[in-house]
């Protein structure tokens, strides 16, 4: 966080060339901002911000937080889900006293936040887009800032898992059942098809995502 207090200025030549110092951060006022979608958090013990002679103030605090997103699983597992992160103060009207901005470009965050995005997760990190606005609440207007962040998954571990055995488990039923065998070897191998496709089942059950009002496609297969 940035912001400028005018009234906390000073010039450096009257204090031995001092430009910046730290400070505690109940010193003075700083933004208080919430995250809308934040489920649960872990703050850091970061309660310091540094204070320029131009009265410019820096404030880091680096906390990890659990978000809700809706997902939409459809075409699961070649899905691409995009999930929103609004900050925003509730405490000071935009109007008057509090305008959020964000400091750097789109391009920018989504460099940085690659170099921190596990590289080798079932995610990968695609495209990040902000949206700065006001959001109209008791006939007041607040600022927000919206990071829309899309990832897509890497399907591979699930092609392994559960397609190619999935279509290998069908191809052998219909080469077996057009096959030249008698029929009681027939009736016998369909019923271990079916028991075999039963427990499947129940492993793809705890594989499968649910958090969405749409099963995926191979699920319904």
Known sequence: QEWKNTFATWDPQDFCNISKIIL???????PSIFILEQVN??????????????????????????????LRILKFPF?????????????????????????RTPAEMMRDSKSFFPADGEW????????EYREELDDASFSVV???????????????????PTCALYLLDMAVLFGPSSLEEKISFQIAIILGSSMFAVILNDILPTSSNKPPIIGKG
Do not use: H
């Not at 505690?24 to 700083?30: G, L």
């Not at 899905?79 to 400091?103: E, G, H």
């Not at 919206?146 to 190619?164: G, K, V």
């Open 124 to 131: 990968k990190f695609t495209n990040l887009s902000i949206i």
């Open 79 to 103: 899905d691409t889900q995009t999930c929103n992160l609004s900050i925003a103060s509730f405490l000071y009207p935009a109007v008057t006293d509090l305008v959020m901005k964000t400091r």
């Open 146 to 164: 919206t990071y829309m962040i899309s990832m897509e998954r890497r399907p591979m571990l699930y092609i392994l898992n559960l397609i190619l």
């Open 24 to 30: 505690p951060t109940e010193t003075y006022w700083s």
């Open 41 to 70: 958090g872990d703050n850091s013990n970061l309660d310091y911000m540094a204070v320029m002679y131009n009265g410019s103030f820096n404030a880091s605090q680096p906390f990890q937080v659990t978000l809700t997103c809706g």
